[in-house]
C-alpha cells in the first residue's frame, strides 16, 4: 500500500511541485489538496490520509492550529509534516510542540522531500535531530517547564528506558538503537512503546520535545 499524502499549502506552484515531486515515486499518493488550514478536518476524514503537509503560515487557520485541531477531533489522526521556509522559526517549533511529527523546508531537495515523507509515515525516527536540538535550544524553555519536568518525574522511566529516549533525542533509529545497546529490535521497539506511553506521547517526536523541555536532555 502507497503512503497517501494531503498537501496543504495557500501557494498552488509550491503544492504543485510537491505534488510532482510525491507522485513520481511508486510508493507515494497524494489524494487531496487544501489552500488553508480551515478545510484540512474534513479532509482528513474524507480521505484519511496517511501524512499531511502542511504550511506553518495560512491566512485563515494557521498549520499550529490546524494542527492541534486535526489532533484533538480526527479519531487515528495522520502524521503531520510542517512545510516552512525558515528551520529556524519559532512557528516550526511550536508546530512541534502541538503535536507535528517533523517539518519540512520549501527548498528541499526532491530526495529530501520523498525521505522526510517516507520517515515521518514510517516514524521510526526523529526527522533532522539536529534541527529539532536547536530549535528546542532556542525555543524550548531550557528545563524550566513546570509541566513537562512533572510529566517526566511521573513517567518513572526504567534505566534502560532512559537510555533508550536520550538515544532517540540524538535522532538514532530503532535499527541504531538495537546495535547501539546489543539488543533485538522487537526490543527496542518494546521501549520506544513503554517511553511513549508513559509519557502519554503521541509519537518519538513528542517524547523529545518533552524530553528537551523537562531538561531530562539537554538541547545544546
Given at each position: ?21 510525491l507522485e ?19 479532509l ?43 528551520e529556524?522559526?519559532?512557528?516550526v517549533?511550536?508546530a ?8 519540512l ?11 522526510a ?16 536540538r536547536q ?7 531550557d528545563?524550566?517547564n ?17 537510555e ?29 512503546s ?27
Open positions: 500500500m502507497p503512503v497517501t499524502v494531503l498537501l496543504v499549502d495557500d501557494e498552488p506552484l509550491v503544492r504543485a511541485g510537491l505534488r510532482a515531486v513520481a515515486q511508486p510508493d507515494i499518493e497524494v489524494v487531496g489538496e487544501a489552500a488553508d488550514g480551515a478545510a484540512v478536518i474534513p482528513v476524514r474524507q480521505l484519511r490520509p496517511d501524512v499531511v503537509a502542511m504550511d506553518v503560515r495560512m491566512p485563515l487557520l494557521d498549520g499550529i492550529e490546524a494542527t492541534r485541531a486535526v489532533l484533538r477531533t480526527v479519531d487515528d489522526p495522520p502524521k503531520i509534516l510542517v512545510v516552512t521556509t525558515f529556524n522559526d519559532e512557528y517549533y511550536e512541534l510542540r502541538a503535536g507535528a511529527d517533523g517539518f523546508l520549501k527548498r528541499a531537495r526532491p530526495a529530501e522531500i520523498v525521505h515523507v517516507r520517515l515521518v509515515a514510517e516514524g521510526e525516527s526523529l526527522l533532522f535531530p539536529a534541527s529539532v530549535l528546542a535550544a532556542q525555543y524550548g524553555d528545563g524550566g513546570r509541566a513537562a519536568r512533572a510529566v517526566m518525574e511521573r513517567a518513572q522511566l526504567t534505566e534502560r528506558e532512559a533508550v529516549l536520550r538515544l532517540m533525542a540524538r535522532g538514532l533509529s530503532n535499527a541504531e538503537i538495537a546495535a547501539r545497546l546489543v539488543v533485538g529490535t522487537e526490543t527496542v521497539k518494546s521501549h520506544v513503554a517511553v511513549l506511553a508513559k509519557l502519554g506521547a503521541r509519537d518519538r517526536t513528542q517524547a523529545v520535545i518533552a524530553a528537551y523541555e523537562s531538561g531530562f536532555v539537554a538541547p545544546a
